[in-house]
């Protein structure tokens, strides 16, 4: 979009027109931004179009994968282990969905400092302050909702032996997947927002790196479940060469335990590598190719849910299609 904007020119108060060019770039903000401790200047708008092509990508990908979640429902959470595969999957995409929409809410609430080259631009302090602990608590959410898979994968497989409820296991998984994301939100915002520590003084609301080091309160959780999901997936694989999966378990529920084995055998190493990629960006901030690969790989990530989460289990695309959408059901 283009802007005429009139202004003084010189001490004789007459008056030039100056051409401002503002492209819809100005307002945007990258994903690098959530790990980087700076970012390259010369690759801002490469970055910016990767974001943003990415995140509508990834946004469609995560609804699309809901409807399906929910059309598909009483079809394939006939047992309890497909019944908890599948709230996580639903609550992973919805995590990774709504910490999209808060990071859209907070590139906007942060003005590009294109948009204001004279001035010594902060962002607002309280509405930057929600949007970034939102961001904070769902991008958590999502670490560990896969967290949540990785552990029902390890109790179905190696103990094979003993039994959980529905309702048991529901709350363990809500328990970690939202209460445990919630916990460390609160305590980064105790710990920093009584010295003005918590966010960011410009160009993004975001947690802060400098001095408090907020910015950890994300990195550390999130590479640490990378880490035990990756133990868990050693251990079900020795366990798989050595007697197969779920010897105790009904053919649909050897299906499912499959299914889910597969989803975290690829999801793992695609978050792990994403997230990796994003401590490349806080070690050294200057390589342009790491921002490019970390900013590309984050922004698909709902992409990546869509297709290795959902679509990846046969039973999914494999159930007709009829004109009557079936509902998720009561979780309880």
Sequence with gaps: MVYLESLPSGLNGSCSTELHLMTPLDHLTSFSILMATDIPSSIKDIL???????????????????????????????????????????????????????????????????????????????????????????????????????????????MVFSHMSKSTMLAIGFSLGYGAPLIIAVITVAVTASTDGYIRENEACWLRWKDTKALLALVIPALTIVFINIIIMFVVLVKILRRGVGDAAQPDEKHTLKVIARCVLILTPLFGLTWALGVGTMVSPTDKGIHIAFAFFNSLQGFFILVFGTLIDSKVYNQPITLTFTPMGNLA
């Design 48 to 158: 910016d179009v990767i974001t943003y092509v990415g995140v509508g990508i990834s946004m469609a990908s995560l609804i699309i994968c809901l409807i399906i979640e929910g059309y598909v429902w009483k079809a394939i959470t006939r047992n309890s282990t497909a019944f908890m595969r599948h709230v996580s999957i639903v609550n992973t995409a919805l995590s990774l969905l709504i910490a999209d929409i808060c990071f859209i809410i907070g590139a906007a609430i942060a003005k590009n400092p294109l948009e204001n080259p004279n001035e010594n631009y902060q962002v607002p302090v309280g509405p930057c302050s929600t949007a970034t602990f939102f961001m904070h608590f769902f991008y958590l959410a999502l670490f560990f909702w896969m967290l949540v898979s990785g552990l029902l994968l390890f109790y179905r497989t190696v």
